[in-house]
């Protein structure tokens, strides 16, 4: 086995969600590499140490640019806040290292372009962590589209709802409440919830041509947490758009942290010519599939429960029956992107990819001000 030394700046959910990926990879999937968990990079170095006690990180830096140049680390492992991507994965690249970027790539499509640059000139491995891609059941739905078995596709529909922002007395700004803040996440709901809606549709459905969209901002001030001083709320509070893909089928896209009751609700369905899928982050590991060259006596939807030997990713769990969850799709994301390297086929979502969905949620805050529709800039 081939060490991967990886070296993660950022220590909130998603540096949890990402080592534990990395500890857990090697020990289900076949591979030349393992990551090691090198260094872990925060600010605050005695949470830092914390985090690199509680995960098994060998050793600790306080500035991401000292662990970019250490020579003991292969892959640097963004998982700041998303003003911070760019500078560090451009740092990163000119330094010849491999790049895990968390979602959404940049604050902008014109900043994406900027890290795309400068990743294409440097040739290093990249890849942008949509997860959602990896849910097998996910993975199984764009098997099925990619065999043609929904033919030409009419409509798609998504959202993805939360409430945790609903009390005017949350302050925006500082650890956790980072994406309330508009200068440190860049958007709201469209660029942190809409963006996996549009990752997953991209890759399902193809690209999207032109949107129009609405957005509000339910509360309008709140404190700072940095500041103490009440401010002006920048980002969408809600955000919900409809859109014209290029193969000519419809769709709708929906998201808020407004919808009281739901923590955390992603769904998609997809209706074809010849059938529909439908799934939902709530009950993961299962696809709904309706099949209409099916007898007509007993058609209907099925429920496909994805936890077989031959279903995506599942040879390497557990055995058939018995279902995996949310953390598995970041294994699968680190398994993926190992076999990448080592096949020299990248695996997706790379910054070129992601950036696609910046364009997207360009377009939708764009229309959003303009009331009108908008074109989305073609991915080159
Ligand atoms: C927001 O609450 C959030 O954590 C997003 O930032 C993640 O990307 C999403 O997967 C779950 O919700």
Redesign the pocket.
Known sequence: MKPLRIGLIGYG?MGRAHSNAFRKVGNFFDLQHTPVLQAVCARDAAKAKAFAAKWGYQSIETDWRKLIARDDIDVIDIASPNNTHAEIAIAAAKAGKMILCE?PLAMNGAQGEKMVEVIAKAKVPNMVWYNYRRIPAVTLAKQLIDEGRLGRIFHYRAKFL?D?TISPELPQGGAGLW?LDVKVAGSGVTG??LA?CIDTALWLNGSIDSVTAMTETFIKERKHTLTGKVQKVGIDDASAFLARFSNGSLATFESTRYARGHK?LYTFEINGEHGSLAWDLHDLHRIQYFEHADEGRVRGWRNIHVTDGDQPYMKNWWVPGLAIGYEHSFVHQVADFIQGIESGKPAGPTFKDALATEYVTDAVLKSARTHKWEKVKKAR
Do not use: E, P, T
């Open positions: 959910f979602k939360q945790w994406r942190d919830l996996h955390a």
